[in-house]
């Protein structure tokens, strides 16, 4: 069933590459056609055509040449388009589908059905083993004769009967030898190896490709064919290892890449399967050897492709044995020597020396410069296998980061793009698994000092790749940023942690993280000239507003612990890199106001904190929460010198900071309203008592921002906060009334029960209509008939109110009263305070008086 397969698998790569080979012509045939139906013949062409087609030039071999030559050359883009196939495949399609292919299809045939025939005499015995053997070596030495004969015929025809003499020569010696014991282990090895000998001679003196993969792909295929359960892995390997020893004669002399190849894939596919399958401990010692045999062959090999090739830039390394090799042996190793400890370590070291040393060997040369590279590279992954073998994951983690950082560094000196490629992936590797196997297995000072290990590898080596930008591939152009990030992320993932243990709060770890880093930032920048990081240095207090925001409402203590010093630091570098950046950072101005706000978030929580301590009420508790924002409103507006730094910034302060502390003191003002007095200390006298004074502070620095920034403020836009102003003045007096009714009447604190109340009703149509006499006395003097009119306005609502509310209760006295006083005050305003002419009324008059 295994040998019908094989010769299955021939056979349609055989019909797979004819039929490649006749849709190649079909396509060739098709555009030539195109390409004279777009441009018509002239009747110089057709005679030209003509004796061309009708000379007598022989047909070539191949249609596909002749082609070319009459219809001329395929478009640029078509042969741009089209990819040249691997040699390997190149060298299968060529041997199936050029030159005689009559021998080479037969002498395939031929090997398999030998092989089918010793098979066959094994298991079934009409003739003598030995007559049977002996006429199979006479066919292959009449073979060889013959192809030695015919070595000058077209299509590599003695070349292929050679190397089918010779495989057979293989295939006798190997049946022989394992399963009917005719020959001695010792003997065969003997033949074998003269047979080897034999067909390397034969092929270099020939420089026969052909003969030399025809020999070595059938001594190859000699186990696989004959395969039994019987046998010992001893004589397969030796087996091979004769084959590899004929493949490293040929590599001395020849540069056949392809050769190398297909023996290297046999040996290493073969043992590869048979230590999955077979493989047991106590069969090391007789495996051990082989693979340190085979690797050694083919490392030699590989070295031999570069001292004897032809020195071009394509030719530098047999890449596929280069990194093939060492891809398929150490797992092999790992497999053998798992059961040893400390073996796979100490493996991956022997293989680091051996990779560096030739390095070193071969550096210098420019032949075998870029070799020596690779070997260099090679030693370093080793070196870098060989640590999670010794270290833990998490220190393992840790020391590739050096490594990687290392050589990141090394690559940018040596401008070694591959591998600087290897070494980001080694740091990005190191990077992300460190995090995840502290998490595995706890977080301990060693373990963060792991983490300072793994940020400062990976900060380092994106200082590295900054300052050789010049050097970055459109592929890694930013990975100087990404590692800057990473190595930042893994600070804030694990400093925070270490500074809990000493008894600082996890929002202020976080802050005083960001305070170190900064200041590493800082003297990176100076000492480094790492200039990227003055970018990054801008956001140094907007990341701090946001860490502080992220677990402010775990804790209202801002201060705890060593909070007053790591807070009072984290400002007192803000400001130092305000002044250091003051003509470089973008966005300055917008640091600044951010500055002023932050200081002043951080002290309400910290009031707000001791008033909570002290337990006191609702009203001063809320006052708490108005006193920083206030300070801060009258400092700015009352300063007239900011000093020689900040003056230039006097505008900014005056409107955009200061105005963020009065919105925030107009959302407490709406809130304060809600709030009744419940002092415990204080006796509650109007607009004399804690809450009201507070409040008429917060009006009144509402009034002195507007003024203080009345040559920026659009004209509407101060009407608008005029009105505001206005309307919260009213509501404030009328809050401080219904607190009075509240103490000295003890009537409920809400909308409901005052708005019952007869004494409430009373009252506010009064106060209201003072009010309104108030702003008609202004509106007089100033000549401001908005203000009139508001006054206005508020007593219309006095008058609705009388009619719609005093009116229902017309019989009590405070009814009475009411309308009483609110008519009076009609009168007296209509009398005194008459509506102002409007302005265009002014100007009239004005005019006809100068007339």
Known sequence: MGLSIVGLIILSFWIYALQNRVSDLEKIVKNSKNSLVKKPISSKQEVSFIEKTTSKQEWPVTPREETLKIFGKLPKEQNQKSKEPSKVVQFLTNYFTTGNLLVRIGSVVLFFGLAFLAKYAAEHS??????????????????????WRLKNREGAYGEVLQGLGIAMFYLVIYVASKFYALLSFDIAFVLM?????????????????????????????????????SGSHVVLFSYYALLNF?????????????????????????????????YEPDLFVTTEPF??????????????????????????????????????????????????????????????????????????????????QVFLLLGVIFFTISIPYIFDADLSAALWSMEGCVAVWIALRQKRVYSRYLAEILLLVSAFIYPYSVQRYGFTSFEYLGYIIVIVSVFMASYFLNKNKKQLSDLDMHIDIVFLGISTVLWFFSTPIELIKFNISYSNSLLFSLFIVGCMFYLAVKYLNYNLLIKVLQFYLPIGVVL???????????????????????????????????????????MHILSIWFVATVLIFEVMHFARVLHVSNSMLIISMAIVPLVFSVVLLTFKQYGIWLEKYREDYWFTATGGFVFTLILWELKAFSMPPDFDIFIYIPLLNPIDIMQSLVLFIFSLWIYRNKNILLYNNKI???????????IFFTVVFARSIYVYRSVSYDIASLWSDIYFQTGLSILW??????????SKKYDNRPAWLAGFGLLVVVVLKLFFVELASSGTIERIVSFIIVGSLLLLIGYFVPLPPSKDVVSKKEKKNEF
């Open 291 to 372: 693979l340190i045999l085979f690797f050694m062959m083919y490392l030699t090999i590989s070295i031999l492709f570069t001292l004897k090739h032809s020195f071009e830039l394509k030719n530098f390394i047999d890449g596929t044995l280069v990194f093939g090799l060492p891809m398929v042996v150490f797992p092999l190793q790992v497999n053998l020597v798992q059961h040893f400890q400390y073996a796979e370590a100490l493996s991956a070291i022997i293989l680091g020396v051996l990779y560096i040393t030739l390095s070193q060997v071969f550096k210098n040369n420019k032949k075998t410069d870029f070799l020596a």
């Open 548 to 590: 502080f925001y992220m677990n402010i409402f775990q804790t209202f203590h801002p201060f705890e612990g060593f909070g007053f010093i790591i807070i009072g630091s984290f400002f007192m570098f803000n400001y130092f890199l305000l002044y250091q950046y003051d003509k470089t950072w973008e966005y300055v101005k917008q």
């Open 720 to 730: 608008f906060l005029y009105n505001l102003l206005a309307l919260m003045s009213v």
């Open 769 to 778: 209509s003072i009010i309104a006499i108030i702003a008609m006395f202004i």
């Open 126 to 147: 009409v003739i003598s083993i030995e007559i049977r053997l002996l006429f199979i070596a006479m066919l292959a030495i009449v073979l060889v004769a013959l192809g």
């Open 193 to 229: 190896l003269i047979v080897v000998v034999i067909g390397s001679i034969l092929a270099v003196i020939q420089n026969a490709l052909p003969l030399a993969i025809f020999s070595i792909v059938g001594g190859f295929l000699v186990p696989i064919l004959t395969a039994s359960d």
């Open 246 to 278: 004929g493949i490293f004669i040929q590599a001395w002399y020849r540069s056949w890449r392809l050769l190398n190849v297909v023996g290297f894939i046999f040996t290493f596919v073969i043992a590869t399967a048979w230590g999955v399958l077979q």
